[in-house]
Protein backbone atom coordinates (compact mmCIF):
# COMPACT_ATOMS: atom_id res chain seq x y z
CA UNK A 1 0.00 0.00 0.00
CA UNK A 2 1.48 3.33 -1.10
CA UNK A 3 2.07 5.64 2.20
CA UNK A 4 0.28 8.29 0.79
CA UNK A 5 -2.89 6.42 0.96
CA UNK A 6 -3.06 7.00 4.79
CA UNK A 7 -4.44 10.26 6.70
CA UNK A 8 -1.76 11.30 9.25
CA UNK A 9 -4.77 11.86 11.49
CA UNK A 10 -5.20 7.95 11.10
CA UNK A 11 -1.21 7.48 12.77
CA UNK A 12 -1.19 6.46 16.29
CA UNK A 13 0.99 9.81 17.67
CA UNK A 14 1.86 9.40 21.06
CA UNK A 15 4.60 7.02 21.49
CA UNK A 16 4.35 3.39 21.94
CA UNK A 17 5.98 3.28 25.56
CA UNK A 18 7.12 5.22 27.90
CA UNK A 19 10.84 5.87 26.14
CA UNK A 20 11.94 9.15 26.98
CA UNK A 21 13.69 9.43 23.77
CA UNK A 22 11.16 8.36 21.63
CA UNK A 23 8.74 10.68 23.37
CA UNK A 24 10.91 13.77 22.95
CA UNK A 25 10.63 12.92 18.93
CA UNK A 26 6.83 13.45 19.56
CA UNK A 27 6.83 16.39 21.45
CA UNK A 28 9.38 17.50 18.81
CA UNK A 29 6.79 17.13 15.53
CA UNK A 30 3.78 17.82 17.47
CA UNK A 31 5.11 21.79 18.25
CA UNK A 32 6.57 22.01 15.29
CA UNK A 33 3.31 21.58 13.74
CA UNK A 34 0.78 23.16 16.48
CA UNK A 35 3.40 26.39 17.52
CA UNK A 36 5.09 29.54 15.85
CA UNK A 37 8.81 28.02 16.39
CA UNK A 38 10.73 30.17 14.05
CA UNK A 39 12.79 32.68 14.98
CA UNK A 40 11.58 36.20 16.26
CA UNK A 41 13.50 39.15 14.57
CA UNK A 42 16.80 37.79 13.07
CA UNK A 43 16.65 36.48 9.60
CA UNK A 44 18.62 34.06 8.09
CA UNK A 45 20.71 37.32 6.39
CA UNK A 46 19.71 36.62 2.82
CA UNK A 47 17.52 39.61 2.73
CA UNK A 48 20.74 41.62 2.62
CA UNK A 49 21.59 40.56 -0.44
CA UNK A 50 19.34 40.51 -4.22
CA UNK A 51 19.95 39.35 -7.37
CA UNK A 52 20.85 41.88 -10.55
CA UNK A 53 18.63 41.80 -13.09
CA UNK A 54 19.03 40.77 -16.66
CA UNK A 55 16.18 41.85 -19.00
CA UNK A 56 17.77 39.92 -21.66
CA UNK A 57 18.50 36.42 -20.89
CA UNK A 58 19.41 35.02 -24.28
CA UNK A 59 18.40 31.65 -22.89
CA UNK A 60 15.20 29.81 -23.61
CA UNK A 61 13.69 28.88 -20.26
CA UNK A 62 13.75 25.03 -20.77
CA UNK A 63 17.34 25.23 -21.55
CA UNK A 64 17.74 26.19 -17.53
CA UNK A 65 19.64 22.94 -15.88
CA UNK A 66 19.29 22.40 -11.93
CA UNK A 67 21.27 19.48 -12.04
CA UNK A 68 23.93 19.42 -10.02
CA UNK A 69 26.64 16.45 -7.86
CA UNK A 70 27.34 15.76 -4.55
CA UNK A 71 29.66 13.70 -2.87
CA UNK A 72 30.32 12.11 -6.39
CA UNK A 73 26.72 11.43 -6.83
CA UNK A 74 24.12 13.21 -9.33
CA UNK A 75 21.09 15.31 -7.89
CA UNK A 76 18.48 16.91 -10.59
CA UNK A 77 18.35 19.79 -8.32
CA UNK A 78 20.19 21.19 -5.46
CA UNK A 79 17.98 20.52 -2.59
CA UNK A 80 18.30 18.64 0.46
CA UNK A 81 15.02 17.48 2.80
CA UNK A 82 16.92 18.27 5.89
CA UNK A 83 17.31 15.75 8.77
CA UNK A 84 14.12 15.76 10.86
CA UNK A 85 12.74 12.58 12.19
CA UNK A 86 11.90 9.11 13.11
CA UNK A 87 11.38 6.79 16.01
CA UNK A 88 7.19 6.81 16.45
CA UNK A 89 4.12 5.80 13.54
CA UNK A 90 3.93 9.48 12.76
CA UNK A 91 7.77 9.91 11.97
CA UNK A 92 7.60 6.88 9.97
CA UNK A 93 4.76 8.01 7.84
CA UNK A 94 6.59 11.54 7.57
CA UNK A 95 9.96 10.00 6.54
CA UNK A 96 8.54 7.50 3.84
CA UNK A 97 6.28 10.63 2.38
CA UNK A 98 9.59 12.56 1.95
CA UNK A 99 11.29 9.79 0.40
CA UNK A 100 8.88 9.13 -2.13
CA UNK A 101 9.00 12.32 -3.02
CA UNK A 102 13.13 12.84 -2.91
CA UNK A 103 13.11 9.24 -5.17
CA UNK A 104 10.86 10.81 -7.73
CA UNK A 105 12.46 14.10 -7.87
CA UNK A 106 16.07 12.85 -7.13
CA UNK A 107 17.39 15.13 -4.70
CA UNK A 108 18.93 14.29 -1.54
CA UNK A 109 17.45 13.18 2.02
CA UNK A 110 18.24 13.25 5.56
CA UNK A 111 16.72 11.40 8.36
CA UNK A 112 16.33 12.53 11.71
CA UNK A 113 18.62 11.52 14.59
CA UNK A 114 18.81 7.84 14.92
CA UNK A 115 19.62 7.21 18.53
CA UNK A 116 16.18 6.64 19.21
CA UNK A 117 16.72 3.52 17.00
CA UNK A 118 19.92 2.86 18.94
CA UNK A 119 18.53 2.58 21.97
CA UNK A 120 15.31 0.66 21.22
CA UNK A 121 16.06 -1.14 17.89
CA UNK A 122 11.91 -2.38 17.61
CA UNK A 123 11.72 1.35 15.93
CA UNK A 124 14.41 1.55 13.10
CA UNK A 125 11.64 0.41 10.45
CA UNK A 126 10.45 4.38 11.16
CA UNK A 127 13.22 5.74 9.34
CA UNK A 128 14.16 2.35 6.65
CA UNK A 129 13.55 4.85 3.75
CA UNK A 130 15.98 3.14 1.42
CA UNK A 131 13.55 0.99 -0.48
CA UNK A 132 11.53 3.71 -1.08
CA UNK A 133 13.99 5.61 -2.56
CA UNK A 134 16.94 3.45 -3.54
CA UNK A 135 18.61 5.78 -5.65
CA UNK A 136 18.94 8.94 -3.56
CA UNK A 137 21.85 10.42 -2.17
CA UNK A 138 21.12 9.76 1.77
CA UNK A 139 22.37 10.46 5.45
CA UNK A 140 22.33 9.00 8.79
CA UNK A 141 22.47 11.32 11.42
CA UNK A 142 23.56 10.94 14.94
CA UNK A 143 24.05 13.83 17.84
CA UNK A 144 28.05 14.37 17.96
CA UNK A 145 28.03 14.78 21.68
CA UNK A 146 26.49 11.19 21.98
CA UNK A 147 30.29 10.24 21.25
CA UNK A 148 30.37 11.27 24.90
CA UNK A 149 27.86 9.48 26.43
CA UNK A 150 28.88 5.91 25.53
CA UNK A 151 28.69 5.88 21.49
CA UNK A 152 31.35 5.08 19.31
CA UNK A 153 32.20 3.33 15.87
CA UNK A 154 29.89 0.55 16.68
CA UNK A 155 26.72 2.78 16.82
CA UNK A 156 28.08 5.41 14.09
CA UNK A 157 28.74 2.10 11.16
CA UNK A 158 25.30 0.46 12.16
CA UNK A 159 23.21 3.73 12.25
CA UNK A 160 24.78 3.88 8.41
CA UNK A 161 24.34 0.35 7.69
CA UNK A 162 20.62 0.01 8.84
CA UNK A 163 19.74 3.07 6.24
CA UNK A 164 22.23 2.28 3.72
CA UNK A 165 23.02 5.84 4.18
CA UNK A 166 25.81 7.47 2.00
CA UNK A 167 27.20 9.69 4.49
CA UNK A 168 26.39 9.79 8.12
CA UNK A 169 25.63 13.70 9.72
CA UNK A 170 26.77 14.54 13.16
CA UNK A 171 24.65 17.23 14.90
CA UNK A 172 26.38 20.06 16.66
CA UNK A 173 23.49 21.33 19.56
CA UNK A 174 25.13 22.65 22.03
CA UNK A 175 22.60 25.34 22.51
CA UNK A 176 19.67 22.94 22.31
CA UNK A 177 21.23 20.41 24.88
CA UNK A 178 21.28 23.34 27.61
CA UNK A 179 18.03 24.41 27.01
CA UNK A 180 16.53 20.52 26.69
CA UNK A 181 15.24 19.33 30.16
CA UNK A 182 16.92 15.85 29.81
CA UNK A 183 19.95 17.48 27.36
CA UNK A 184 23.29 15.60 27.34
CA UNK A 185 25.67 18.94 27.64
CA UNK A 186 29.36 17.40 28.17
CA UNK A 187 30.75 18.62 24.64
CA UNK A 188 34.05 18.02 26.35
CA UNK A 189 36.59 16.42 24.14
CA UNK A 190 34.79 16.39 21.13
CA UNK A 191 36.61 17.29 18.54
CA UNK A 192 39.82 14.10 18.94
CA UNK A 193 36.46 12.23 19.29
CA UNK A 194 35.16 12.97 15.85
CA UNK A 195 39.09 13.04 14.26
CA UNK A 196 39.27 9.20 15.16
CA UNK A 197 35.56 8.54 14.02
CA UNK A 198 35.99 10.47 10.45
CA UNK A 199 39.33 8.29 9.90
CA UNK A 200 38.04 4.56 10.66
CA UNK A 201 34.27 5.34 9.43
CA UNK A 202 34.16 4.10 5.79
CA UNK A 203 31.64 6.86 4.58
CA UNK A 204 31.71 10.56 4.85
CA UNK A 205 30.94 12.32 7.78
CA UNK A 206 29.41 15.85 7.56
CA UNK A 207 29.27 18.53 10.44
CA UNK A 208 26.00 20.05 10.60
CA UNK A 209 24.01 22.63 13.27
CA UNK A 210 20.26 22.95 13.77
CA UNK A 211 19.84 26.08 13.13
CA UNK A 212 22.64 28.33 15.47
CA UNK A 213 25.25 28.41 12.40
CA UNK A 214 28.89 27.26 11.75
CA UNK A 215 31.38 29.91 12.09
CA UNK A 216 34.62 30.14 9.75
CA UNK A 217 36.79 28.88 12.89
CA UNK A 218 34.69 26.00 13.68
CA UNK A 219 34.24 24.92 10.29
CA UNK A 220 38.61 25.15 9.76
CA UNK A 221 38.54 23.12 12.89
CA UNK A 222 36.13 20.96 11.97
CA UNK A 223 37.84 20.36 8.75
CA UNK A 224 41.47 20.14 10.41
CA UNK A 225 39.42 16.87 11.98
CA UNK A 226 38.42 15.34 8.79
CA UNK A 227 34.93 16.58 8.65
CA UNK A 228 34.15 15.66 4.86
CA UNK A 229 31.30 18.55 4.52
CA UNK A 230 29.42 21.08 6.41
CA UNK A 231 25.60 21.65 6.54
CA UNK A 232 25.79 25.63 8.37
CA UNK A 233 22.07 24.85 9.88
CA UNK A 234 22.28 28.56 10.74
CA UNK A 235 19.90 31.28 12.43
CA UNK A 236 17.09 32.66 11.39
CA UNK A 237 14.51 29.68 10.31
CA UNK A 238 13.22 26.65 13.23
CA UNK A 239 14.54 27.95 16.40
CA UNK A 240 15.45 25.10 18.63
CA UNK A 241 15.64 27.39 21.89
CA UNK A 242 12.13 27.87 21.50
CA UNK A 243 11.09 24.17 20.95
CA UNK A 244 12.87 22.95 23.89
CA UNK A 245 11.63 26.03 25.83
CA UNK A 246 8.08 25.09 25.11
CA UNK A 247 8.72 21.40 25.99
CA UNK A 248 10.32 22.11 29.31
CA UNK A 249 7.71 22.32 32.44
CA UNK A 250 10.36 24.02 34.86
CA UNK A 251 10.29 27.73 34.55
CA UNK A 252 14.11 28.20 34.51
CA UNK A 253 14.13 25.96 31.29
CA UNK A 254 10.97 27.84 30.09
CA UNK A 255 13.17 31.31 30.40
CA UNK A 256 16.14 29.92 28.70
CA UNK A 257 14.25 29.05 25.74
CA UNK A 258 12.44 32.81 25.45
CA UNK A 259 15.93 34.44 26.26
CA UNK A 260 18.19 32.25 23.07
CA UNK A 261 15.24 32.03 21.02
CA UNK A 262 16.81 34.25 18.19
CA UNK A 263 20.62 33.32 19.45
CA UNK A 264 23.07 32.01 16.25
CA UNK A 265 24.75 33.06 13.36
CA UNK A 266 22.85 33.89 10.29
CA UNK A 267 22.65 31.45 7.65
CA UNK A 268 23.80 33.74 4.88
CA UNK A 269 27.65 34.95 6.94
CA UNK A 270 27.87 31.13 7.90
CA UNK A 271 27.61 30.54 3.98
CA UNK A 272 30.57 33.07 3.14
CA UNK A 273 31.95 32.76 6.49
CA UNK A 274 32.88 29.37 5.62
CA UNK A 275 33.53 29.76 1.79
CA UNK A 276 36.32 32.02 2.44
CA UNK A 277 38.15 29.20 4.54
CA UNK A 278 37.79 26.45 1.75
CA UNK A 279 36.92 27.78 -1.77
CA UNK A 280 36.32 23.52 -2.36
CA UNK A 281 34.73 21.54 0.60
CA UNK A 282 31.20 20.73 -0.39
CA UNK A 283 28.74 23.16 1.39
CA UNK A 284 25.46 22.93 2.61
CA UNK A 285 22.87 26.16 3.36
CA UNK A 286 20.17 25.55 5.62
CA UNK A 287 18.28 27.44 8.70
CA UNK A 288 15.54 29.40 7.83
CA UNK A 289 15.50 28.54 3.42
CA UNK A 290 11.77 29.33 2.50
CA UNK A 291 11.55 29.25 -1.11
CA UNK A 292 13.58 28.86 -4.08
CA UNK A 293 15.14 32.38 -4.28
CA UNK A 294 16.54 32.31 -0.87
CA UNK A 295 18.10 28.33 -2.05
CA UNK A 296 19.54 30.55 -5.42
CA UNK A 297 20.76 32.91 -3.17
CA UNK A 298 22.40 30.27 -1.10
CA UNK A 299 24.22 28.74 -3.90
CA UNK A 300 25.21 32.45 -5.36
CA UNK A 301 27.01 32.63 -2.07
CA UNK A 302 29.09 29.80 -2.09
CA UNK A 303 26.82 26.68 -1.06
CA UNK A 304 26.58 23.55 -3.09
CA UNK A 305 23.39 22.65 -1.81
CA UNK A 306 20.56 23.55 0.13
CA UNK A 307 18.61 22.37 3.01
CA UNK A 308 14.98 22.70 3.81
CA UNK A 309 13.45 21.43 7.30
CA UNK A 310 10.67 23.16 8.70
CA UNK A 311 9.08 23.99 5.02
CA UNK A 312 8.96 19.92 4.47
CA UNK A 313 7.56 18.73 7.23
CA UNK A 314 4.55 21.32 7.13
CA UNK A 315 3.83 19.45 3.74
CA UNK A 316 4.19 16.18 4.53
CA UNK A 317 2.01 16.29 7.21
CA UNK A 318 -0.58 17.55 5.13
CA UNK A 319 0.00 14.98 2.20
CA UNK A 320 2.35 13.54 0.39
CA UNK A 321 1.02 15.29 -2.83
CA UNK A 322 1.72 18.70 -0.76
CA UNK A 323 5.51 17.38 -0.86
CA UNK A 324 5.50 16.66 -4.80
CA UNK A 325 4.11 20.17 -4.54
CA UNK A 326 6.37 21.98 -3.14
CA UNK A 327 9.64 20.59 -4.46
CA UNK A 328 7.93 21.28 -8.00
CA UNK A 329 7.34 25.32 -6.65
CA UNK A 330 11.63 25.46 -5.07
CA UNK A 331 12.45 24.03 -8.32
CA UNK A 332 10.47 26.83 -10.65
CA UNK A 333 11.68 29.38 -8.42
CA UNK A 334 15.65 28.39 -8.67
CA UNK A 335 14.53 28.09 -12.66
CA UNK A 336 13.42 31.53 -12.50
CA UNK A 337 16.28 32.91 -10.54
CA UNK A 338 18.68 31.27 -13.33
CA UNK A 339 16.35 32.74 -15.96
CA UNK A 340 16.31 36.51 -15.07
CA UNK A 341 20.04 36.46 -14.29
CA UNK A 342 21.08 35.20 -17.59
CA UNK A 343 22.38 31.71 -16.29
CA UNK A 344 21.88 28.57 -17.43
CA UNK A 345 23.20 26.40 -14.78
CA UNK A 346 23.71 26.67 -11.17
CA UNK A 347 27.82 26.91 -11.83
CA UNK A 348 26.72 29.80 -13.64
CA UNK A 349 25.45 31.51 -11.22
CA UNK A 350 27.46 31.02 -8.69
CA UNK A 351 30.89 32.41 -11.47
CA UNK A 352 28.50 35.21 -12.41
CA UNK A 353 28.98 37.61 -9.97
CA UNK A 354 24.96 38.61 -10.16
CA UNK A 355 24.14 38.69 -6.42
CA UNK A 356 24.88 41.82 -4.42
CA UNK A 357 25.00 43.14 -1.13
CA UNK A 358 22.44 45.73 -0.38
CA UNK A 359 23.25 46.77 3.20
CA UNK A 360 25.65 45.70 6.18
N1 LIG B 1 0.61 12.85 -6.25
C1 LIG B 1 1.53 12.25 -6.97
O1 LIG B 1 1.67 11.05 -6.90
C2 LIG B 1 2.41 13.06 -7.86
C3 LIG B 1 2.18 14.39 -8.02
N2 LIG B 1 2.96 15.14 -8.82
C4 LIG B 1 2.61 16.55 -9.08
O2 LIG B 1 3.38 17.01 -10.13
C5 LIG B 1 3.89 18.28 -9.92
C6 LIG B 1 5.32 18.32 -10.39
O3 LIG B 1 5.68 17.15 -11.06
P1 LIG B 1 6.66 17.22 -12.28
O4 LIG B 1 7.23 15.87 -12.50
O5 LIG B 1 7.62 18.32 -12.08
O6 LIG B 1 5.79 17.66 -13.52
P2 LIG B 1 4.63 17.01 -14.38
O7 LIG B 1 3.45 17.87 -14.16
O8 LIG B 1 5.20 16.87 -15.74
O9 LIG B 1 4.30 15.56 -13.78
C7 LIG B 1 5.04 14.44 -14.07
C8 LIG B 1 4.30 13.18 -13.73
O10 LIG B 1 3.53 13.33 -12.53
C9 LIG B 1 2.17 12.99 -12.76
N3 LIG B 1 1.34 13.91 -11.99
C10 LIG B 1 1.27 15.26 -12.12
N4 LIG B 1 0.43 15.78 -11.23
C11 LIG B 1 -0.09 14.74 -10.54
C12 LIG B 1 -1.01 14.65 -9.45
N5 LIG B 1 -1.56 15.74 -8.90
N6 LIG B 1 -1.29 13.43 -8.95
C13 LIG B 1 -0.72 12.33 -9.46
N7 LIG B 1 0.16 12.34 -10.50
C14 LIG B 1 0.49 13.54 -11.00
C15 LIG B 1 1.98 13.14 -14.24
O11 LIG B 1 1.02 12.20 -14.62
P3 LIG B 1 -0.02 12.57 -15.83
O12 LIG B 1 0.81 12.67 -17.07
O13 LIG B 1 -0.97 11.44 -15.83
O14 LIG B 1 -0.66 13.87 -15.47
C16 LIG B 1 3.34 12.80 -14.81
O15 LIG B 1 3.46 11.40 -14.98
C17 LIG B 1 3.74 18.51 -8.45
O16 LIG B 1 3.27 19.81 -8.20
C18 LIG B 1 2.73 17.50 -7.96
O17 LIG B 1 1.45 18.08 -7.79
C19 LIG B 1 4.00 14.55 -9.48
C20 LIG B 1 4.29 13.25 -9.37
C21 LIG B 1 3.48 12.37 -8.58
C1 LIG C 1 10.71 18.27 13.42
C2 LIG C 1 12.19 18.51 13.24
C3 LIG C 1 13.07 17.59 13.78
C4 LIG C 1 14.45 17.76 13.63
N1 LIG C 1 15.32 16.80 14.05
C5 LIG C 1 16.64 16.88 13.74
C6 LIG C 1 17.52 15.82 14.02
O1 LIG C 1 17.13 14.79 14.57
N2 LIG C 1 18.82 15.95 13.66
C7 LIG C 1 19.29 17.09 13.06
O2 LIG C 1 20.47 17.15 12.70
N3 LIG C 1 18.47 18.13 12.82
C8 LIG C 1 17.17 18.05 13.12
N4 LIG C 1 16.32 19.08 12.84
C9 LIG C 1 16.90 20.37 12.44
C10 LIG C 1 16.85 20.62 10.96
O3 LIG C 1 17.56 19.65 10.24
C11 LIG C 1 17.38 22.03 10.62
O4 LIG C 1 18.77 22.10 10.86
C12 LIG C 1 16.70 23.15 11.39
O5 LIG C 1 15.34 22.89 11.65
C13 LIG C 1 16.82 24.50 10.65
O6 LIG C 1 16.25 24.41 9.37
P1 LIG C 1 14.79 25.05 9.00
O7 LIG C 1 14.85 26.48 9.43
O8 LIG C 1 14.66 24.84 7.54
O9 LIG C 1 13.79 24.27 9.81
C14 LIG C 1 14.94 18.92 12.97
C15 LIG C 1 14.03 19.86 12.44
C16 LIG C 1 12.67 19.65 12.55
C17 LIG C 1 11.73 20.67 11.98
C1 LIG D 1 15.91 18.01 16.91
C2 LIG D 1 17.13 18.43 16.61
C3 LIG D 1 17.25 19.74 15.98
C4 LIG D 1 18.37 17.70 16.86
C5 LIG D 1 18.23 16.47 17.67
O1 LIG D 1 17.62 16.68 18.90
P1 LIG D 1 17.67 15.60 20.06
O2 LIG D 1 18.57 16.09 21.15
O3 LIG D 1 16.28 15.24 20.42
O4 LIG D 1 18.36 14.36 19.33
P2 LIG D 1 18.90 13.02 20.03
O5 LIG D 1 19.41 13.39 21.38
O6 LIG D 1 17.72 12.10 20.11
O7 LIG D 1 19.97 12.55 19.13
MG1 LIG E 1 20.25 15.21 21.91
New binding site residues.
Partial sequence: MSPQKTPLSEISDPPDTNDQ?QS??AD?LRICLDEDVQFRQQTNGLDRYRFTHCCLPELNRNEIDLTTSFLGKKLEAPLLISSMTGGTAQAKMINYRLAEVAQYFQIAMGV??Q??AVENPQVADTFAVRSLAPDILLFAN??AV?LNYNYGLEQCQRVVDTLEANALIL?L?PL??CI?TE??TNFHGLLDKIETLCKILPVPVIAKE??NGISAKMATRLLEAGITAIDVAGAGGTS?AKIEGERATDPRQRRLGETFADWGLPTADCIVGVRKISANIPLIASGGLRNGLEVAKAIALGADLAGLAWPFLQAAAESENAVYTLVDILKAEISTVLFCTGNRTLTELKQSGVLEQIRG
Fill in positions: TRKHGSRVLGQHNQEQGDVGW
